[in-house]
């Protein structure tokens, strides 16, 4: 089963970028639907962006600021975050689907945004 750990989580200013990357153990290109999600601290976890074989989606949140991206040569898909926001402050989760098989979740990275 793919196993999935995330990095480049950090402290970075409001109106900066920073990219966070998912590693896939194994093939990337065998999950159906891979995409970030987030919890920030005392609220649920929400979805972020994910990529389907139809093409990327985004919340609305997060729309015109935020890109995904996969690289299954790589095994990695990437969020690149433009323009953050202190309200963008959360732990990054990258989540693989294999429809009918399994799912699959990483152990999140850190994303602070400061004012």
């Not at 005392?42 to 997060?62: H, M, N």
């Amino acid at each position: 089963q793919v196993q999935l750990v995330e990095s480049g989580g950090g402290l970075v200013q409001a109106g900066g970028s920073l990219r966070v990357s998912c590693r896939a153990s194994g093939s990337l290109s065998s999950l159906d639907v891979v995409g970030w999600y987030r919890q920030a601290p005392g609220s649920q976890r929400e979805w972020v962006a994910l990529i389907t074989r139809d093409g990327p989606s985004y919340a609305d949140s997060v729309k015109g600021r935020f890109t995904i991206s996969r690289d299954d040569a790589k095994n990695a898909l990437y969020l690149q975050m433009n323009s953050l926001k202190p309200e963008d402050t959360a732990v990054y989760y990258c989540r693989g689907v294999r429809v009918g098989d399994f799912e699959v979740w990483g152990q999140g990275t850190l994303v602070t945004v400061s004012s």
